[in-house]
C-alpha cells in the first residue's frame, strides 16, 4: 500500500486523531471509575467485619473483658485470608491489635482516633504493620457513648490485581481501537478524496492544453458541483478558443482580394462551427419604397441540418414588432433571440425551428448595412460576452471590408472616367494626365502594399484596429480624389477646342483675322487668360495629389507602426516609454484631428525598462481612446486637449499619465470602472480597462484613475517597475 500523500493523509490523520482523543477520554474516564469501583468493594467487605466485630464490643464495653473481642477477631481473620487485621481502639488510646498471626494490647496515637466521627477509608503503607493495605476505620458508639474506633485492614493484593487488569484490557481495547479507527480513516479518506484527485487530474489537462478533458464525479455532493463547474469552464474556454480561431481566419480571409461571397462564405462556416450553431448568415438590409426590405447575401447551414426554410429575409422588418431591434442595430447594439418569450404574433413570424439566435449588426461607413444571423436549432442557450464581442469583431471586419470594397471600386471607376475625358477631350491635357496616371497608379500600389501588410498581422484585434484607422484616412482620399474628378469635369478644354476650331475655319487669313477681326482680336487675351486658368488648375490638381501621396504615406505608417508591435507579443525587452508614446499618438492622430482635438506632451528624461511592448501599446491606446470618447461627448470652451505625460517616480518607478478635460467621472465609478463588464458606455463590453489593469498586474505595475467629478476631466495614471531586460535575464537564471 502506497503512503497517502497531501490531502489524503491530512484527512486520515484527523480522522485518527479523533478517534484517539475520543478513546484518551474514554480511558481517563473508565479507568477511575473502575477503580472507585474496586475500592468500594473493598470499603463494603471492610464495613461488613466491622459490623461483625461491633457486637462482640458491645459485650466487651461493659464487662471489660476483651477476650471475645480477640476471639472474634481471630475467627474474622482465619475465616477470609484477605483481612489483613483488625485493631479496637478506645477513646483513651487503649488498642487490641490483632494480626493474622497474633494479637497484642497497645496504647495508639491519635491517628487512630480521628477527630470527625465519620467512616473513612484510605490505601497506603500503615506504620505499625509496614505493609500497605486498604485501611477502613468505624467509629464505635455503646448506649449514646463513643467508645472507640473499629479499624479494619485489607489486603491489596487482590485489589492490585484486578487494577492490573483492567489496565491492561483497556490499553489492549485502545490499541486495537486505534488500529481500526486509522484503518477506516484511511479508507475513508481515500473514498472521500478520489474525486478531487479526480478533478485534480482533469485540471492538470487543461492546463497543459487539453480543453477537451473533463472531471467525471458522481460524488452528489459539493466536489460535483465544483467538478460540473470546471467542466462547463472548460467547456466555455474551448468554444472560446474555437471562436476566436474563427475570429482570427476571418481577418484573414477578409483581407484577401478573392470573390467576396465566397470568403463570406468560408467565414460563416468556420463562425457557424465554432459556435456551435444551426445556421448562418449574412442578410443585407435597406430601405425600399419607404419599407424595409431583407435580401439574403450568404448562407451557412450545419450537415445533417433540416430542409432549408425561409430565414430572416423573410421576417417582416417594416412591422411595429421590429422597430426596436431596428433601433438597436441603428445604434450598433446587437440583439438576442428566444422565440419562446417572445409573443406569440411576433414568435409566428420567425422560423419554428429557431431555439435562440444573435443578430449582430453590420456597420459600413458609419451606416447600418445589414445584420449576421446565428441561429441555433437545438437548445435555448445564453450568449455570452466573449462570443458577443467576437461575432461583433466579424461583422464590423465585414463592413470594414465592404467599404475598403467600395472604396477600391470607386477609385478603379474614377480613373476610368478620368482617362477617358481627358483622352476625348484633348492631347494638351497629356501630361496631366500622365501625371494624374501616375498618382492612380502609386495610390493602387499603396493600396495594395496596405492589404498585404494587413494581412500580415493575422490577428483579429490588430486587423480591426488598422482597418479602423486606416479607414479614417481614406476619407480624406476620397475627398481628395473628388475634388480632382471634379475640377476635371470643370475644365475649360471645350472653349480651347471651339477655339481652336475657329481658327481652323481662318486658316487662310489667320493674320487679316487677328488684327482686323473683333473676334479675332479677342483671341489673344483669351488665350493668355486660359492659360492662366489651366496654369491655376494644374497647380490645385497637384496640390490633391501631393494631399493624396501625403495621406497614402500616413496609411504606411499606421500600418508600420501596429505591426512593429504585433511581432513581439510576449518578449521581454528594454523599452522608451516616450518613443512608445509618439507611436500611439501617431496611430490615433487622425481621430483627433478630426474631433479637434489637440494632444500636448510633457515627457521627463527617464531610463528604459523591461517590459512587454504590446501589453503598454494596448493600454496606451485604451486609455487615448477613452479621452477621445470622454472629450467627443462635451463642448469645452478652452479647447478640447489631451496632456500625456512620463515621470519618474521614486528610485525603482515610472509613472505614465493620460490626462483630458472631457467629461469626467463620478467618484463611484473610479474602481469599478475597471471590473470585468462594467461599461458607461452604450455599445461597450466593459472589458477594455479590465484587460488593461490585468496586463499592468502582470508586469508588476498598477493603473489607476483620478477625476475631480462630471465635467471635470479624468487622468488615468498607468505606474510600472523600472527593471531592465538584463536585470530580468539575471533574476531568471
Known amino acids: 500500500m502506497h503512503m497517502p500523500k497531501g490531502i489524503t493523509l491530512r484527512i486520515t490523520l484527523l480522522g485518527w486523531l479523533v478517534t484517539l482523543v475520543t478513546l484518551a477520554v474514554f480511558v481517563m474516564v473508565i479507568v477511575p471509575e473502575q477503580k472507585r469501583e474496586f475500592e468500594l468493594g473493598l470499603e463494603s467487605k471492610a464495613r461488613g467485619v466491622a459490623v461483625s466485630i461491633r457486637g462482640v464490643a458491645a459485650g466487651a464495653a461493659v464487662s471489660e473483658d476483651y477476650s471475645s473481642v480477640v476471639d472474634q477477631a481471630m475467627q474474622v481473620l482465619s475465616g477470609d485470608t484477605a483481612i489483613d487485621y483488625v485493631v479496637v481502639t478506645k477513646n483513651d488510646g487503649f488498642s487490641i491489635v490483632v494480626d493474622r498471626s497474633t494479637w497484642k494490647i497497645d496504647k495508639l496515637g491519635e491517628t487512630w482516633r480521628p477527630a470527625a466521627r465519620i467512616p473513612a477509608s484510605s490505601i497506603g503503607v500503615v506504620p505499625l504493620f509496614g505493609r500497605r493495605v486498604f485501611q477502613y476505620a468505624f467509629p464505635f458508639d455503646y448506649s449514646g457513648i463513643q467508645w472507640g474506633w473499629i479499624h479494619v485492614g485489607l489486603s491489596l493484593d487482590s485489589y492490585d490485581q484486578s487494577v492490573r487488569r483492567t489496565y491492561t484490557r483497556t490499553a489492549g481495547l485502545a490499541v486495537l481501537c486505534g488500529c481500526l479507527s486509522l484503518l477506516i480513516s484511511l479508507v475513508y479518506a481515500a473514498h472521500l478524496v478520489r474525486p478531487i484527485q479526480i478533478l485534480h487530474a482533469a485540471v492538470e489537462k487543461v492546463a497543459q492544453g487539453d480543453l477537451r478533458a473533463r472531471a467525471d464525479v458522481r460524488s452528489r455532493d459539493e466536489i460535483q458541483r465544483l467538478a460540473g463547474a470546471f467542466n462547463d469552464m472548460a467547456r466555455t474556454i474551448l468554444a472560446r478558443n474555437q471562436i476566436l480561431d474563427s475570429v482570427s481566419f476571418a481577418a484573414k480571409e477578409f483581407l484577401t482580394d478573392g470573390d467576396g461571397d465566397t470568403i463570406i462564405g468560408k467565414v460563416l462556416e468556420r463562425v457557424g462551427q465554432a459556435a456551435g450553431t444551426s445556421r448562418a448568415a449574412v442578410v443585407r438590409i435597406f430601405h425600399h419604397d419607404e419599407a424595409i426590405r431583407a435580401v439574403l447575401r450568404k448562407e451557412w447551414v450545419a450537415a445533417g441540418g433540416a430542409a432549408r426554410q425561409e430565414g430572416w429575409e423573410a421576417f417582416d422588418w417594416s412591422?411595429?414588432?421590429?422597430?426596436?431591434?431596428?433601433?438597436?442595430?441603428?445604434?450598433?447594439?446587437?440583439?438576442?433571440?428566444?422565440?419562446?418569450?417572445?409573443?406569440?404574433?411576433?414568435?409566428?413570424?420567425?422560423?419554428?425551428?429557431?431555439?435562440?439566435?444573435?443578430?449582430?449588426?453590420?456597420?459600413?461607413?458609419?451606416?447600418?448595412?445589414?445584420?449576421?444571423?446565428?441561429?441555433?436549432?437545438?437548445?435555448?442557450?445564453?450568449?455570452?460576452?466573449?462570443?458577443?464581442?467576437?461575432?461583433?469583431?466579424?461583422?464590423?471586419?465585414?463592413?470594414?471590408?465592404?467599404?475598403?470594397?467600395?472604396?477600391?471600386?470607386?477609385?478603379?471607376?474614377?480613373?476610368?472616367?478620368?482617362?477617358?475625358?481627358?483622352?476625348?477631350?484633348?492631347?494638351?491635357?497629356?501630361?496631366?494626365?500622365?501625371?494624374?496616371?501616375?498618382?492612380?497608379?502609386?495610390?493602387?500600389?499603396a493600396q495594395q502594399r496596405l492589404m498585404e501588410l494587413s494581412r500580415e498581422a493575422g490577428m483579429a484585434e490588430i486587423a480591426t484596429g488598422v482597418l479602423h484607422n486606416v479607414g479614417n484616412v481614406l476619407n480624406s482620399v476620397n475627398v481628395s480624389t473628388s475634388l480632382v474628378a471634379g475640377k476635371i469635369r470643370e475644365s475649360r478644354v471645350d472653349n480651347l477646342v471651339a477655339l481652336i476650331g475657329m481658327l481652323e475655319q481662318h486658316s487662310t487669313d489667320v493674320s487679316s483675322f487677328l488684327a482686323s477681326d473683333p473676334k479675332g482680336q479677342r483671341v489673344l487675351p483669351y488665350l493668355v487668360k486660359l492659360g492662366g486658368h489651366f496654369k491655376s488648375e494644374r497647380d490645385g490638381i497637384l496640390q490633391e495629389l501631393e494631399m493624396l501621396s501625403s495621406h497614402v504615406g500616413h496609411i504606411k505608417q499606421i500600418v508600420a507602426t501596429q505591426q512593429s508591435y504585433a511581432k513581439v507579443s510576449g518578449l521581454v525587452e528594454n523599452v522608451k516609454l516616450s518613443e512608445m508614446l509618439d507611436d500611439a499618438i501617431r496611430i490615433l492622430d487622425p481621430g483627433f484631428g478630426r474631433h479637434g482635438i489637440k494632444v500636448e506632451r510633457d515627457f521627463e528624461t527617464v531610463p528604459e525598462i523591461a517590459a512587454e511592448k504590446h501589453k503598454i501599446l494596448q493600454i496606451l491606446l485604451n486609455l487615448l481612446r477613452n479621452a477621445k470618447q470622454a472629450l467627443k461627448e462635451v463642448d469645452v470652451a478652452d479647447g478640447k486637449t489631451i496632456r500625456v505625460c512620463v515621470r519618474r517616480k521614486g528610485e525603482r518607478r515610472i509613472i505614465l499619465s493620460v490626462q483630458d478635460n472631457g467629461a469626467g467621472l463620478p467618484a463611484e465609478n473610479l474602481t469599478r470602472i475597471f471590473g470585468h463588464g462594467f461599461t458607461t458606455k452604450a455599445d461597450g463590453h466593459g472589458f477594455g480597462l479590465h484587460s488593461c489593469a490585468l496586463a499592468a498586474s502582470e508586469m508588476g505595475g498598477s493603473l489607476r484613475a483620478e477625476s475631480d467629478g462630471p465635467g471635470k476631466g479624468a487622468t488615468f495614471t498607468l505606474e510600472l517597475p523600472m527593471k531592465l531586460a538584463d536585470d530580468m535575464k539575471g533574476m531568471l537564471t
Not at 438597436?328 to 409566428?348: C, K, M, N
Not at 437548445?379 to 467576437?390: L, M, P, V, Y
Not at 471600386?409 to 492631347?427: F, H, P
Open 319 to 445: 412591422g411595429p414588432d421590429a422597430q426596436p431591434w431596428i433601433d438597436s442595430f441603428r445604434e450598433g447594439r446587437i440583439v438576442t433571440v428566444i422565440p419562446s418569450s417572445l409573443p406569440a404574433a411576433f414568435r409566428d413570424q420567425l422560423d419554428q425551428r429557431i431555439q435562440s439566435a444573435i443578430l449582430v449588426p453590420v456597420v459600413v461607413a458609419g451606416e447600418w448595412w445589414g445584420v449576421v444571423c446565428i441561429d441555433d436549432f437545438e437548445q435555448t442557450r445564453e450568449w455570452g460576452e466573449a462570443e458577443k464581442d467576437s461575432l461583433r469583431a466579424v461583422a464590423d471586419m465585414l463592413g470594414a471590408a465592404i467599404a475598403r470594397h467600395r472604396v477600391r471600386t470607386a477609385l478603379i471607376d474614377a480613373k476610368q472616367t478620368l482617362e477617358q475625358r481627358v483622352i476625348e477631350r484633348t492631347r494638351e491635357l497629356q501630361e496631366q494626365i500622365a501625371a494624374k496616371d501616375r498618382a492612380h497608379s502609386e495610390l493602387a500600389a
